[in-house]
């Protein structure tokens, strides 16, 4: 939050658009077998054989899903790509190639886009996906981040969400809330921050929180895990609107009810303590904070021995018939039926 | 240009951003045998066997790549998907799925989206392509959209910008220079009405460089008509940022040269009496003028027979070695070196 007044600032507009793409990109290496032609032509050339291609897109957009204020932009940058290979990962496939578009105003100079570019690499890295396209234009406010994944997945092997059936289990990889208090943590700060400029924030109690906030994980390694743990999904979503919501979307597309056990839910510790701070109710933050990118799925009973001793996932919840509805069982033992409050973006 | 005081205005916060997705997607139908599973998980399903898969990405931003006060939401719906198909005719390629991603601040009533999603779904129909994903955003100002097209190839038919050789002919389809005329002609009557509202224009003697400019289109027939024809280009691209850019990424990247001769640009008898009207050369417009979306394609010599009688088609230019350059000859018959202007949108 402390802005350094002597970093170098080269306008955009001494690059032009194409030189702009190309100085992003220039240190993009092609990894993936079937990525034939990336960045460089009207289109990317990918050959998959004879693989499912998975595709999903997501829209970042600064004021609405991120502040600059405390994201740093190489952050930001390795959020967006991880934000939608998290979806990839929920249809239990590998994730291959991403596209990346932005749209910036001239009030960014390029260094900044320079470090939104290399925490786009490190992610691409990390996750192992080549860069093989996007578009770089301007915009009359602000910076907005479209990026588009892809990946691929052997037919038999593809995870929707309306495969869920009775007496199916309720899996959760991870833990929960910690993305959304995270944020309430940088919120406050930056209020802080505002009243006075000159005060050093002790964020030490909150490392985890705000990591998974600033700089999430996708879910690259449960796919893996549930193919070695030979265990297909009947159903998956990624935990990015909340447990709720996505629990919801399972439900409705696969026509089941659901009991999701309160005990069960699986929370870090530093949100329990963050939670009692902030008074707020820690079942409520995992069940309605979202941006987790954890993978929330369903499986036959009968798989639970191969997955009972696994550290990464939890079972929270148990899979019934549609006309039973959706419930949380507290810790009291009540019944509270489950309404989504996800992420309404267009309150007024 | 003018507005409708009593149009229907529902506030997009009345939806919430998953009512408004199936809201506006909800008529979207899947055409094609590729698309497993389109809208509705967390990423669409598509199957290619063992054809190639392109993959072009384009961001559309308000006040940079159009103006709503003389584009209508429907046509600009249309554009955004056509301009984006484009990219994939370029590679010889069948566009086959797209998606789309809007921003979209809380000015726009739900019934302008509506009006934009029925110009996509008008252009998904027309082109025979299935719309599988997508995400609805809203932004701090304005609206922007970002258009991913997926379309599949035989991998002997792809074409790409590299494959131009010495002596093969340049060749376009269509006509150029209609759109930037169009543009002009739209500009001025927004400052006409800006001084007087009352005053109605007479788009009569534009009605085609207007509609090359709200309303253009792809050329879908092309790769198909080549195929037809049996000529396999050596080198192709779209005019999306006019001739000289596009002349100049086939130069560089097939490392050759080429004259183009000034006489063959084909122009449109309007955009000739237009260029007279607002005094601007016709050449200039058909070099930098940009957004024709028509196919610029090298082929070898030995396959000018099967093209001559094609009215579609015309032969400008002349492919050389690299160390002899890029030169516009002029009807005067002197050699003016070819200088991109492209799309500069990053000018402060």
Redesign the interface.
Known sequence: MIEDKNQQRT???A????G?IEHLTQNFKIKQTST??GI???????????K????????L?????FDLSYAPLKHLGYKSVVVNL???Y??N?KAT?I?V???VS?RFPLEALEALYDGIETAANIYNVDV????T??????L?I?V????E?E?EQ?V???GAKPNDLLVVSGDLGAAYMGLQVLEREKEVYKVNPNNQPDLEPYTYIIERQLKPEARKDIPKLLLELDVKPTA???VSDGLSSEIMHICK?SDVGCDLYEEKIPLDPQVISTCEEFNIDSTTVALNGGEDYELLFTIAQEDYPKIKANPNLTVIGYMKESKEGLHLVTRADTRIPIKSQ???????
């Open positions: 306008p955009l507009s690059l032009g658009e194409f702009l034939i032609k460089g032509d009207d289109a990317a050339v990918l050959n998959f054989d004879n499912r291609v998975v595709i999903s897109t997501d829209l957009v600064e004021g609405v899903h998290s979806d990839i929920a249809m496939a190639q596209t578009s932005i749209a001239n093989i396209g996007g578009d234009t301007s915009s009359t406010s602000g907005l479209s588009t994944a892809i990946g997945v037919a593809e929707y969400r309306n998956m979503i990624d597309q996800g992420w309404k973006n267009f309150n007024e």
